[in-house]
């Protein structure tokens, strides 16, 4: 599967963005999803999961109350709304895909990754 990530931009802290991950192929529902990000200088994080119906979704307790992880498997795309957006939230977002139904915290589960999208936020 090949994952594309959009909706990344330069937002005022406390602001709001909400970015997509597109998925090629008709098997997308057989997919757990996950964001992760990367700020600068820093390892990559677990931001959120969600099983392959979004009858399931775990957050980071760092974004936990501000973004919710949604899914639509009709348009085999994954979502990341973000609000209450912090400095701290700026890294390059990236969307990835797990074979099975259910999500995984790690990356390194993960079988598949997006290109990335950048979120700055500015204090």
């Known amino acids: 599967v090949q994952l594309q990530a959009s909706g990344g931009g330069l937002v005022q802290a406390g602001g709001s963005l909400r970015l997509s991950c597109a998925a090629s192929g008709r098997t997308f529902s057989s997919y757990a999803m996950g964001w992760f990000r990367q700020a600068p200088g820093k390892e990559r994080e677990f931001v959120a999961a969600?099983?392959?119906?979004?009858?399931?979704?775990y957050s980071a307790d760092s974004v936990k109350g501000r973004f919710t992880i949604s899914r639509d498997n009709a348009k085999n795309t994954v979502y990341l709304q973000m609000s209450s957006l912090r400095p701290e939230d700026t890294a390059v977002y990236y969307c990835a895909a797990v074979r099975g139904g259910n999500y995984a915290l790690r990356g390194s589960s993960y079988d598949y990754w997006g290109q990335g999208t950048l979120v700055t936020v500015s204090s």
């Open positions: 969600i099983n392959w119906s979004g009858g399931a979704t």
